[in-house]
């Protein structure tokens, strides 16, 4: 299968199909993403993995990750179940650390639920290592050059 995956920034007309990659039930979980993701899209904090004219996975951040310009916050990476285990996660990944770079991005850095593996193996690949934890979370920090 051919990749032919294009990365952009969201825009706000994205929304929908950013939202049908969140394979959540819950309706106060889906209410909350929307809002949050329609306030980073605004501040092109969203970008999407486009494949065939469909979302298929998104990744969105914060800047200035405790008060330091040069650090960024992952809020969320997320692939489309029906894509996943493809090497769509990493792929956007890359891109989101090529952006970064090009910003003069120092330190990234991430959340992940201890039970998560397969993310928490993921930011691994790309040179994260856990720097704090709590009884349920691991605290990463991916450094670029």
């Known amino acids: 299968m051919q990749n032919n995956i294009l990365f952009r920034y969201s825009e ?3 929304i929908t199909g950013l939202m049908k990659v ?4 819950k309706t106060e ?3 909350k993403s ?5 306030e980073r899209i ?3 904090q969203v970008i999407s993995a486009i494949r065939e004219n469909e979302i298929i996975g998104f990744i969105g951040w914060s ?7 040069q650090a960024w916050f992952i809020e969320q990476i997320t692939i489309h179940k029906d894509h996943r285990r493809q090497g769509m996660g990493l792929q956007l990944l890359h891109y989101f650390l090529n952006i970064c770079t090009l910003e003069n991005i120092n330190e990234v850095y991430a959340t992940i639920q201890k039970n998560n593996e397969k993310s928490l193996s993921l930011f691994k690949k790309v040179g994260g290592i856990i720097i704090d934890e709590t ?6 920090r991916i ?3």
């Open 143 to 145: 450094t670029l050059a």
């Open 29 to 31: 979980i889906k209410e």
């Open 63 to 69: 800047k200035n990750y405790n008060n330091n310009n």
């Open 12 to 14: 706000p007309d994205d």
């Open 135 to 140: 009884k349920e979370e691991n605290i990463l």
């Open 22 to 25: 969140i394979d959540t039930t």
């Open 42 to 44: 605004q501040q092109k």
């Open 34 to 38: 929307n809002n949050i993701l329609l």
